[in-house]
């Protein structure tokens, strides 16, 4: 079984706010009159910046290793289905509690895509596998962020690097929603593309026998 590495760096916001309030300071003592008095401030703001990037406020990395196919290939679709109620359940019981609406609608939406894809999975078990990363890896790690996500609206309000990281899990679940309506979308691609080409023949064969409204229309005129 094969392990990856996830690295994910959180840039401190603090040398920008230090920044910021040197020009005020600098803006209030000395005189802005010439072009070339923006660009000493510039300079002297860029200067301030890396001393505060690398001596004060250093970037986060943080490393998470997890297996990269922790599903037992054994795993049969009714225990997968099982998990996925499981998962269900936990990302609703949290949408109760999160009160910012586009998160909450994007929940519903991902849960809706998820039953969909399991609709899918009962008549083509063939394609089970398809999912197994999304069971073991992504719904495990988006529950635990909106966990965190959950936790952060009860402070009252967050401020920081709280608030860059609560705006970021927003991202990371919108994203979770593309990708999974992504996956609902490949599984059907198949059926889509011999529904596309039946309808076609079915054109062609109505064309030849001049059964369509608009050729009866034309051969009236």
Do not use: W
């Not at 991202?171 to 080409?197: C, F, P, R, T, W």
Request: charged content about 25%.
């Amino acid at each position: 079984m094969g392990q990856m590495t996830i690295k994910n760096k959180i840039r401190s916001p603090y040398p920008f706010y230090g920044v910021g309030i040197f020009c005020l300071i600098y803006a209030f003592v000395f005189d802005l009159y010439r072009i070339t008095d923006y660009f000493i401030l510039t300079g002297l703001g860029i200067a301030v910046y890396v001393v505060l990037k690398s001596v004060f406020f250093h970037d986060i990395t943080i490393q998470k290793t997890v297996n990269s196919d922790p599903v037992e290939k054994t795993l049969t679709l009714v225990e997968m289905e099982k998990e996925a109620e499981t998962q269900m359940q936990a990302l609703n019981e949290l949408n109760q509690g999160i009160a910012d609406e586009k998160i909450s609608q994007d929940l519903n939406e991902i849960v809706s895509t998820i039953k969909q894809i399991f609709k899918y999975l009962r008549e083509h078990p063939e394609d089970t596998a398809s999912i197994r990363k999304l069971l073991a890896y992504y719904l495990p790690v988006l529950i635990e962020l909106l966990e965190t996500y959950a936790h952060y609206e009860t402070l009252n309000e967050p401020k920081g690097k709280v608030k860059d990281t609560a705006g970021e899990i927003e991202g990371a679940v919108e994203m979770m929603k593309q990708a999974i309506h992504h996956k609902y979308e490949e599984l059907y691609q198949n059926q889509i593309i011999d529904a596309n080409a039946e309808i076609e023949v079915l054109k062609t064969m109505l064309h030849q026998d001049g059964l369509l409204l608009d050729e009866m229309k034309e051969e009236r005129n």
